[in-house]
């Protein structure tokens, strides 16, 4: 073969790489320069490229724990968003995590997927080349697989347009944490209770997105980056090192997609279900690796992803620590009694030992900077473990902790609150389902799961089951899928796969083929079931074609709107927020209680977001229901002078008093509870701005010095 | 030989596992006694608040700290519907049932008034008050329905922290639909309180 022919052969091996890597490089040439574009496409462009650098660092990862290993994109786009978010905890200690840094973090990132496919270049060119074959093989499941593919890009941009954000807590609370952290670096919120309920790995990856997405954009991360990655995870997914059907992936897709989005705002709801699935595939990709490898290339990408978990809710936490303790404990056990020499059994034990200590001190490593930034916010390392600056008086558990309550409460959120009707169904299938490696990575994740459901549910019966149901899905759903998978892959399941030997050996292969093909019913029956139910099924009134058109709708008007000028905002909302921020001194430190708080600029003030007054305070507490001379002695004590609050008579939504005073007498006794704190902090503004200078007054947004007396 | 499990290893895990327990014992608690103050001021001001808004006939049904509306009641619905300073009631069932916190070994007095729709009864029914599955009242309904249901609980049956109270109206079971949904009873006002001297 000519020099010519072998350098032709190489660059059509090349070819496939090189195009993606043009690709990526064009969509960032286009969307890095600030300039004016259209909405929809620069947040989707942009949404694509996080998750091509969250790729990026997860070959980085790669390379250094299993260089030689075939490692599939969403195990590595997932292992890059558990190191991006360990790496966004070590910069927020210092309060280094600005939009530049931010930038920065997806540009490294960029760089290192550019360099992966360059070096992966042949493994790139056999994926392409697969995928042409089995579209000429396989024409009609391909067509499906295309029709779904066009789902999923509708669900993608239909998340991109949707607008809408919660003014209970997106726009009092989780938008402003991720202007804060782009603004500022970090986010100190003392007087937060939803900066106290998460360490904070979600704001993290709604402000990557914002970068160039926009508080309007802010779904984004959660439903439609969490989607790919789960999409990517589920496509991923190996059985002893054989490709899942594309029948089982598009079951799993149907299923994703049409379930019943319960999140009322842009708070982790796919982005559990994703790191979830993560950690249940780590597990796996950790029981297929040879007996040689380390023990620390294993634990690392199990801490990474483990630890990001923990940051995105606090009922998360226990999930990634049970998970791990339960897959760890399973196979230092199981693997004693199957190893048949002493020596064996030693060996053995003592390299998964080592692991399970790299994997506890790693994640530890990992989730510290997490910790540490939350006690210089919250004055705690571990909410709810440790109050910090949350007010005990107002407790999360009911009242009247009878068991009865409880269980009730415990059977409401399983069968109403989850919104997967047919949990049960994938409940029996998992117990059917005979695991074929140690570390039982399906049953590790359904005892953790079932123990955080419970854990979940018992510290926060004061709420009802519904809204409980919507913290519990994260692990719930991933479940599911990993039940949906591993059903349907498990080696018993196939009719070729014999074991060798006695016929013991014959009749426990033949069991095990039954045990698996029930399962597998179960699963297509629950499936199906969910489908259906999803179908039929109102959410909010609305059946599952009327989202799917409203998406379409709001796609079609974002697509068409035009690009909105960068510089200056000219929306007059932030114009009012920034004459009123105007009015306040530069530098010095005000507390807010307001509609928008995202559209104030962080970086001018130092800013407390009061958010629901009376969870959360610095010591020596917030004094309530004793007057506002007492507000006042507070806030000057805590260095507190100037006071920005919206007037009930003017709030867009939660600072309305006649809301509150309605829900003193609610059915809910979480809200029964927390209503009379802010009536009565209202109030005391309303005392305060008499008494007191107002710098500013304008549509209802007043500030005061209280400082000077009026 | 390499020893089974690296030192490294367990470096990290003690280092992260000290970590931990320092910033354990860093964090701060509160005392008891402020919170239960607190706790006691903000009860004190939703019941004055609820009262200075007009609102107090939906206060005396809806659950409380020392009172826990559980099954066979509905929700609170005002008559008419569009706000909460308007008449208040639950509907109930054929069990209505209530849970009281008790104060230690004080009598307590119950308070409960409410309709029963005897144009739909085509009877006159009676309501019984029960315990912990004791028996402690009984009352029939006036004429045109109310029923007013007053009495005092001794302390031999608040021997625990929270008891079970059921209000069970007579003759409200029909074979075609299951009660509360019937919409023949309603309690409209219900206090718990000790008995002063």
Known sequence: MGMSTKRKMQTRRALPAALLGAAVLAATAWVLPKSTRNPLTETAVWSLLVVVSFAGWGSAVRVGVAPKERVDLGLRAMWGAGLVCFLGGLLMVPALMTRTSALLLVEVGLVFALIALWRERSAVRSRFAFAARFIRREPRISFLIGIGLGFFALHYLGAIADSHTNPYDDDIAYLAFAKKLLDTGTVIEPFSFRRLSALGGQTLFVALLWLRAGAERSHTFDRSVCILLILLLVAGYRSKARRTNPVVVLMTMALLLTLPVKAINTASYFSGVAFFLVLFRTVAWAARRDASARAWTSALPLALVGSAACTLRQNYLPIPVIMLAASYGLRLFGRRRSLETEQARSSSFGRDLAELLYAAGLSLVCIVPWLVVSWQSNRTFLYPVLGGTFNPALALKASDPSILRELKLQIGVFLEGVPIPTLGLFVLAAAVVREDDSRRPLASLGIATAVGFVLMVHGFSQSDAMSIGRYVFGSAAAAVIAVLLVTMTTKAFDETSELPGSNTHQRTAAALRRRARTAAAIVVVATLTQLTLSLITRTEGLLLSDTYKQSLTNIGMLARSAPPPRVPDPHEAYLLYRRMQDSIPEKARAAVLLDEPYRLEFSRNPIWNLDMPGYSSLPPGLPFFQGSDKVEEYFAKIGVRYLAFVTSDHSTYHYRREYWVERLVDETELWRSFAPYLIDFLDNLTALSTKHKRLFEERGMIVIDLGEQR | ?197
């Open chain 2, 1 to 197: 030989m390499r020893p089974p499990i690296p030192i490294f290893a367990i470096f990290v895990c003690m280092l992260g596992l000290g970590a931990v327990t320092s910033m354990l014992a860093c964090s701060r608690s509160e005392p008891d006694a402020a919170v239960a103050e607190e706790i006691a001021r903000r009860d004190a001001f939703r019941v004055a608040m609820l009262d200075a808004e007009d609102a107090g006939r939906a206060r005396s049904v809806s659950s409380r700290p020392d009172v826990m509306f559980e099954e066979d009641f509905t929700r609170v619905f005002f008559d008419p519907a569009t706000s909460f300073r308007n008449h208040a009631y639950r509907w109930m069932g054929r069990r209505a049932h209530i849970r009281l916190k008790t104060q230690g070994d004080r009598p307590m007095r119950v308070r409960a008034l409410g309709w029963l729709d005897r144009k739909i009864l085509y009877t006159k029914p009676f309501v019984t008050f029960s315990i912990d599955g004791q028996f402690v009242y009984e009352t029939p309904p006036t004429e045109d329905g109310h029923f007013w249901g007053e009495f005092i609980v001794k302390p031999e049956l608040l021997r625990t922290e929270w008891v079970d109270l059921v209000i069970a109206p007579s003759s409200i079971a029909f074979h075609w639909a299951a009660p509360p949904n019937l919409s023949v009873a309603v309690l409209y006002k219900f206090d718990w309180e000790p008995v002063t001297p």
